[in-house]
């Protein structure tokens, strides 16, 4: 199991520049989000998806779009990048609801400057 | 909502000291987590410990659930050890959505 990956793993964008941050996981775990953490803090939610084809707003929504076509993949969209918007992105998973079991297993983080 | 506090914010040690840092949360939780965020970034889980007492190694972690807290315990601390030390709690009733305190910066000292 490769756990959660996320990629890329460093990221330099213009202003107004659109990406795709990747999330997989191969855990089979209906619970996904993305964070961010900007200095000095810890992280904020961004979004979640509590399963396929179903997603949610978290603390920190404006800019970020998401969707969860699949179980395994979890993509945050910045459509216009801005430099509020540098930060380190972590993607998240958990089991699931059914399972009883909350732990949540993060990935190696994509750092993005935006300039 | 939730809200998680840390303390204290920022701690130094010479190595081979212990210590305990200390994680309030002001509501009941069915998840709470310590992580270990190193030099480069990396967010390592610690412990997964909604109640009770967990060990590994040189490391413990004890929650209160009941009184609201939750503590993590570094004995004979190593250099390795440094960096941000992140508690985050899931509200009871809520799927996955983890409340991160601002962390406890811990330096170790040769």
């Known amino acids: 199991n490769a756990g959660v990956t996320q990629t890329p793993k460093f990221q330099v964008l213009k202003t107004g520049q659109s990406m795709t941050l990747q999330c997989a996981q191969d855990m089979n775990h209906e619970y996904m989000s993305w964070y961010r953490q900007d200095p000095g803090m810890g992280l904020r939610l961004i979004h979640y998806?509590?399963?396929?084809?179903?997603?949610d707003q978290g603390e920190v929504p404006n800019g970020y779009n998401v969707s969860r076509s699949t179980t395994e993949d979890f993509p945050l969209r910045l459509l216009s990048a801005a430099p509020s918007q540098t930060s380190v992105y972590f993607c998240a998973s958990t089991p699931g609801q059914g399972t009883g079991v909350t732990e949540a297993f993060f990935g190696q983080g994509t750092r993005l400057t935006v300039v | 909502g939730i809200q998680v506090e840390q303390s204290p914010p920022d701690l130094i040690l010479q190595e081979g000291a212990n210590s305990t840092l200390r994680c309030n949360f002001s509501?009941?939780?069915?998840?709470l987590q310590w992580f270990h965020q190193n030099p480069w970034g990396q967010l390592i889980n610690l412990f997964y410990i909604p109640s009770g007492t967990k060990q590994n190694g040189r490391l413990s972690a004890t929650t209160v659930a009941t009184e609201r807290y939750s503590l993590l315990y570094i004995s004979s601390s190593q250099t390795t050890d440094s960096g941000v030390y992140f508690c985050?709690?899931?509200?009871?009733?809520?799927?996955?959505?983890?409340?991160f305190g601002k962390g406890t910066k811990l330096s170790v000292k040769p």
């Open positions: 985050a709690a899931t509200k009871g009733g809520s799927q996955g959505n983890l409340i």
């Open positions: 998806s509590v399963g396929a084809g179903i997603t």
């Open positions: 509501d009941s939780v069915n998840n």
